[in-house]
């Protein structure tokens, strides 16, 4: 297939992910100030910013309003779900003889929806949620009424690979946040897993039991372990008729990121949470680059600030 068009996909999959998980980390944000009084707003404020790449001005007053729109509904600001819905957009429209219908007016829609400040009028949660229901959307129609190709396997491995970044600045920010005694369970519930790490854990709440659960967990759609694992299906499909047992650099940095994670001591990883996280959202984006150095020879200028890519 074109690259031209690989690469959008690629990206769609990306931008898509990336405005779901930051609803999820707004939504998450503003939970743990409205559940435990004691957080420090400025400090949250900073702590969700710099996880999320924007780095604040010291001169300035940091609060929840100024955070909803550099994260939320601000359209020039490369970290806000508005500018992500209308990169996917724009990659979607570069792919649109590719694209199912379906899948072009739910993305056109949803964009349509957001661009003209209707989240800036809504309540922080209603905003979240919108996003988020509509990202699940558009994901249905995706593996609905796409045929699963190469297309699809890009999308997909886009998906899995922000998710696996965003997943990591989740754990990030609840490690950051150790003194907010909400910050592991609005983390859970801003994954949607507290429901499903509630029946795998019976009730016991702990940063040690949350991570776990988040970084490792193989049957929970939204962990690191798990997406590094669709993300490296995506590339064993993608190369499946290549002649060469080797696979190539963005397939051994997943294959590595993996293994990281599975034969080290949980104990190791948790004694330095944000340092691991970083280092991991360091890898994917290393990854992302092997992937556009190997399968797109002529690359799309994209603007992924907060992303590192």
């Known amino acids: 297939m074109l690259s031209r068009i690989a690469e959008s996909f690629f990206w769609i999959g990306r931008y898509l992910e990336r405005a779901d998980a930051t609803a999820r980390i707004l939504d998450g944000h503003m939970a743990t100030l409205v559940e435990d009084p004691t957080v420090d707003e400025a400090a949250a404020c900073r702590t969700v910013l ?42 979607a429209r570069r792919a649109r003889e590719t694209v199912s219908a379906e899948v072009w007016e739910a993305i056109n829609t949803t964009w349509h929806a957001v661009s003209h400040g209707q989240l800036e009028t809504m309540r922080p949660h209603l905003a979240s949620r919108l996003v988020v229901e ?56 801003a994954c949607g897993a507290l429901e499903a790490f509630t029946r795998t854990y019976r009730g016991r709440l702990g940063q040690r039991e949350a991570a776990e659960f988040l970084l490792l967990d193989r049957l929970f759609p939204r962990s690191v372990i798990h997406s590094l694992g669709r993300a490296e299906d995506c590339i064993h499909h993608l190369d499946a008729g290549r002649r060469s047992g ?17 034969y080290r001591p949980l104990s190791d990883i948790l004694s330095d949470l944000a340092g691991e996280m970083e280092r991991i959202q360091q890898r994917m984006t290393r990854a992302s680059e092997a992937i556009a150095s190997r399968y797109f ?3 799309i200028a994209h603007s992924w600030q907060a992303g590192e890519a």
Not at 75 to 87: F, H, Q, R, T
Not at 150 to 178: C, K, P
Not at 253 to 262: F, I, K, S
């Open 246 to 262: 080797q696979h190539g650099e963005s397939a051994q940095l997943l294959g590595r990121a993996r293994a990281e994670l599975e």
């Open 50 to 91: 710099q996880v999320m790449g924007v780095e604040p001005d010291e001169g300035t007053h940091y609060d929840n309003d100024l955070v909803l729109r550099l994260l939320g509904h601000e359209p020039d600001e490369p970290s806000s779900m508005v500018y992500a819905l209308g990169c996917a957009r724009e990659s």
């Open 134 to 189: 509509r990202v699940a959307m558009i994901s249905g129609m995706v593996d609905g009424t796409m045929n699963h190709d190469e297309s699809w396997q890009f999308l997909t491995l886009g998906r899995h690979i922000e998710r696996v970044d965003m997943t990591a600045r989740l754990l990030s920010n609840a490690s950051l946040s150790a003194g907010a005694s909400t910050a592991w369970s609005s983390t859970l519930r």
């Open 297 to 299: 020879p002529t690359p």
